[in-house]
């Protein structure tokens, strides 16, 4: 029975803050005191330390496979880098591959974690191809594997997009069994016309990212996926909302009564868009879908936190690479 | 020269109403005044009648075939249907076949117009299938046909319905020429999964029309083809709006100083859908979609009218039979 | 029996615009033709000219007493000048003194119109002291006098403003009669704390002038008479709306299916606040209730014009002097 | 030095639940623990029991004199029957009298509370005449009471209400010392003319009170005081809101990034007006203002608190008698 006992430390929960020591025995926290009397194995001073539950980054992607890239982290290396900021929990995604089942991919992103990992990790599931037997598998993947959260793409027509129907029947079974939607909103036909008028234009430089997923393509997304869910009654998660137009969606939503669960990532928050315009190449450093935003979004982000609206920062993290430079 | 006189009636005009008499000549007008001091062929004495323009249907459909069945009325019959009450213009929509191009639509709709026709008319040009092909007729259209507004379908998926993607690409054209998108803003998928899933449990009876079309249908795809106008910069036309739901989308577009034209149809004017909910196969005869509303949806949309955000009233004529009971 | 031929015009009407011949006899329009085969006592070639109906503007103050100075144009004057410009129609404000009747201010402003102006003029009924005797006056004002458009103000306090309970039983006292309330729609007390506090800091130029007045002074009036008149079930012109704050207020109406009428003013759509900003004194000449607003107002006012929801442009018209400058 | 060990409880955090025992020092929780390896003067065995955190009311009035009644209750009784339901702490409002100082309130409420209260307290300070003595008062209370809230009536005018000029200078003068304003959000000129026309009318039955307060009254108020606070860019806490109409106008704050602080009342949750409907005087038991909503409200209300824009449910309890019927 390991036993570890911090001292002195200032303990933050959801609420407070406060001195206090506090004694771990076989990782779960036995006891949290103003003066501990007891001894442990281990005991570490954290006089003049915050004492922080472990951070849960709910989005992030190791060894994605991606558009002919790799995120570069695996399981172990992305957690050892989590845990290094304190985040001791990842949520990553275990994507179906178009023809083969939910199962199959459960079953690889474990093979990609299980024994490698050295934090804690759950999975969304995410659905890219949504049919018959796919439907059947909803009640096992909530059930059996304790994953509830199913997440779909509304982008990347042809890799990964699912259509509406597809969206919307995946809804009605998950409100069947418990579980959650969870979705990537961009209009991927708005955002796949662009692409192709910029390429055919010979405009690929790192600012036509941008140019090329304006706002409007994520609020129009996430005002129809806010839709859907709506007529379904299913619960609702947009992850890495970027931007003003598209929290505007999930306001209106609360007039009708609805509740939606958004997500932003530290990214939105902190950087812009005039990153794309510098010279040359630097801009391909924060490419990235949906894309840096401008000032005016940054400040609406911070206010939807302030206003409880958006309830979530994860990272979206994925470093990727070419395959020959995989680590 | 022909000519005619129509003395002592109530002239009605887009902003006023008094008494005149007016002469024609040539099927144009000639002169309105107090009191005319001339002679005509043909003189009438419109006393105690009001004396309106000719009536504009902005939205019919003759000789339409959809699903198995064809719209009764020809051209001849359709057109002197109209006469009959005051409408001497309706605008028909030439139907591009998938495959085919909008110049045979179009041919094909003069074909049945031209020299049947008792009334004037004009056509939409409905784009079923958006391609390279599709975008180089465009210009013609506009410029030689005189047709500006293109219809687009969001319901009726493998028959009628386009992509957002061509949806958008065409409004993007449309610009170019000075044109109009002219849209049927229904989801299709969201449609298409309800009328299957009634379908599968044998709910057949007309109720299940309403219910497998909800307002939110509606309301999602003219809230998305709003976004799309938006983002292309093009002027929208929806055709028969129901809902209140729908007409919001319309009103929050006013606050980005975005314009969009509103239609809706006499019927959903007039009746509501407690029509479907009648004994038997009653309801069958106002099956049309979008489906009949609730008697708050009629109240909104006179209101709409009144507060001049709904421009149009049409019919959506097309009274729909079986081939071989064809007039 | 007066004649008048005008030959050769373009006649432009509310939705059209041809070319035509006009007879007028005894100041009515008797004849409108392409070709008039009559005489007149007069004719005048138009050629290249346009034809239009008289222009009203709907929102003028002649000979107005205004925190000790008075608005330089006589109805002589101003209707001469207005007739300059194609306006053939006036509507003033007889403006009620406090402690004194309906009637004697409309007795008032005839003396100064009647016999005076060369134009035509109709009045609103300013009503700056609603009380027990003032609500007796309503029927006869609206029956008698013909004035059916009540004006109040909500800035300007303990001169010409009235309070909300002022203001709600006016409106449920026009209800009765088919009367419609007409505001000024600024916050009154907003407005005297913020000039009051420049006054006190010595800030005095005329920049101060429009920050004094922000445009949430004017929303939160405009939503607060709108609000009031939805309770009354009034009908509500709202007079030279100048911001897009106001207009959302016009446009969130709409949404529970109130129809408010707005009034902007031709300065609103052209000047901008700039102006104020000007060195030295420059900036006195646009000094004006509310003031001047930013660009993207005026590309509001623009688009509310084009969305149908400001229905009316007037000018407000009213250069004040000091008294001993009068004319 | 007094010690309590409370064993085997399910301990409820803001975020968490779990059984743990506690250990309380001197009024303070010293210890929790999964298992405590301690003894205390007084042990109790929570075994099937919760154990939470002592709730907060923040909204009561004890001995609250109000339109010559008394709330029944003292500091000692009240205090002690929100004991008796696990609220260990009360904040009341210290109301000031007309033409005196927020000091004599606050002394005021001192008095009846000290040495009387079973429970703890604390106090909003309501400011019903803002003047220039009231505004240097502000700091003080701020700094040497600790009462950072202050409250203000919209309604009740000539007793306890205040115009918007008192209510935008007192913000400003919040914002300064880092207060936050509270507010009791009903058009007070709406609802006095409603009660005057219904006594008027001789409509006195308990119905009559809800009639008398509208929706749109609180909605209004509402509104504004949002928009005041806006400008003045001051922290803002609507108590005791009801309706959906009240929470769209905090919803529609949202979407320009302001965040309002808003309360509802258990009473609201609960409760309906169909009370106020009951045959005879029954209805009287629940007259209270606002007053009691519909099934929709409450679903709006509860809906709130699910998207994290209501935060506080509170009371607002204050049982009011006749003065010789005081405990």
Known sequence: MSSLLIRNGTVVTATDHYRADVLIRDEKVAAIAASLDESAE??????GCYLFPGGIDAHTHMELPFMGTFASDTFHSGTLAALHGGTTTIVDF??????????????EWHRKADGHAVG???????????NEETRKE???????????????????????????????ELMKELVKYGGIITTHAENGDMVDHLVQKFLAEGK????????SRPPICEAEA???????????ECPLYIVHMTCEESLARVKAATLRNQKVHAETCVQYLLLDDS??????FEGAKVVMSPPLRKKKDQEALWAAINQNLVQHVATD???NVRSEERR
Not at 42 to 47: P, S
Not at 204 to 211: A, Q
Not at 275 to 280: E, V
Request: proline share 2%.
């Open 204 to 211: 690929t430089e790192p600012r036509y990212h941008v140019l």
């Open 317 to 319: 993290y994925s470093l």
């Open 42 to 47: 281990r005991t570490i001073d954290a006089e």
């Open 120 to 130: 804690d990790y759950a999975f969304h599931c995410a659905v890219t191809d949504f």
């Open 138 to 168: 909803v009640p096992r993947v909530i059930n059996e594997h304790g994953i509830n959260s199913f997440k779909t793409f509304m982008a990347y027509k042809g890799a990964l997009m699912v259509d509406d129907r597809q969206m919307f």
């Open 94 to 107: 275990a994507i179906q591959t178009q023809g083969d089942s939910l199962e199959a991919a459960i079953q």
């Open 222 to 232: 996430s005002g129809r996926v806010i839709d859907l869910a709506f007529q379904a």
């Open 275 to 280: 990153l794309y315009f510098q010279d040359g």
